[in-house]
């Protein structure tokens, strides 16, 4: 049985969704403490087994870990917003560390030793050459990327010294809805540019802001690399399979490989949402390369993975969300 930590996340809730459609017969354990998540966003199936706790809890962990026959962990339970992490870096070492780290003790004493980690392109830093492989050197320039890269430590030294199997999957740039319409993304506050731009489209904000219109690319602004979240999705259920037969450790990088700047994503979600979207122009933010886009060869070759939705449809999904949120 798998156990899924903040899997009433946005990303968590999406893999769920995705792994219960792959895997017709299987039950899921999700442990959240919903201070991001949303108890609405698992409530598609009735194949969850729910526990509202702090994945830091060594002893409630244990006691779940003594009634269900878990064999393996799906590790998303994590704060994740890069400015907040600069300004609150004791709530992100002991959210995504500390916990991080009781739970693999509650874990070892259990003796289970699967684990597929929620990691992040921020483990890299600034960017030595594009596009980023998982060979390039992991030198963060925040502390979320920090925390990330921490874990990803540990994991190697469990893997060397216990003899843990375990994959870090580190995502480039989360975005868009299920087809579905019953999950998407909803945080608070909102951080991510194509949510903003379209809450922008709909009146729910004054403009979407560009942070910096000089950069050396063509237009001028950011180009990212991004991902839909069933794609993402559906790479943790490949790297889960492989979890199973695999030895020792393993990382991936999760993008399309393809950047889009912060002015294309403005215009196509133009073209989707057929309205204006007001603009402001403001400074460069600190610590924003230019360029951020994915080599996934690896995921392609070795989880025969593929992301499948463009650009365009990523923004339709997430457009449909938006005008009727659930929560």
């Not at 009634?67 to 959210?95: K, L, M, W």
Request: proline share 6%.
């Amino acid at each position: 049985m798998l156990l899924v930590t903040g899997g009433a996340g946005y990303i968590g809730s999406h893999f769920i969704k995705t792994y219960l459609t792959q895997n017709p017969d299987a039950q899921v354990v999700v442990v959240d403490n919903l201070s991001e998540g949303h108890p609405q966003a698992l409530d598609f199936s009735d194949r969850i087994l729910f526990f509202q706790e702090n994945i830091g809890n060594i002893h409630e962990m244990g006691e779940i870990f003594k009634r269900h026959p878990i064999d393996a962990i799906v590790h998303f339970a994590a704060s994740c917003c890069v400015g907040e992490s600069q300004t609150q870096p004791t709530r992100y070492f002991q959210n995504n560390v500390v916990n991080t780290l009781n739970l693999l003790k509650a874990m070892d004493e259990a003796n289970i030793r699967k684990f597929l980690f929620s990691s992040t392109c921020a483990t890299y830093g600034t960017p030595q050459r594009l596009p980023l492989d998982e060979s390039h050197p992991q030198n963060p320039i925040n502390v979320y990327g920090q925390t990330k890269l921490m874990i990803e430590q540990a994991l190697q030294t469990y893997s060397a010294t216990l003899g843990w199997s375990y994959t870090a999957l580190r995502y480039f740039n989360a975005a868009g809805g299920d087809n579905s319409g019953l999950i998407g993304e909803g945080h608070s506050p909102e951080t991510h540019l194509i949510p903003l731009v379209l809450k922008a489209a709909l009146g729910k904000r004054d403009a979407i802001e560009i942070y910096g219109n000089d950069y050396d690319t063509p237009d001028g602004t950011c180009i990212r690399d991004y991902v839909h979240v069933n794609d993402l999705a559906m790479a943790h259920c490949k790297a889960l399979e492989r979890l199973n037969t695999q030895q020792g450790g393993d990382a991936f990088n999760l993008g399309t490989t393809h950047g889009a700047s912060v002015q294309e994503v403005i215009t196509l979600c133009q073209k989707v949402t057929g309205r204006d979207i007001p603009i402001n122009h403001a400074p460069r933010r600190p610590g924003d390369p230019p360029v951020l886009v994915a080599n996934a060869d690896k995921a392609f070759s070795l989880l025969n993975w593929a992301p499948q939705y463009t650009l365009e449809k990523i923004i339709e999904t997430a457009w449909a969300w938006e005008q009727t949120p659930r929560y």
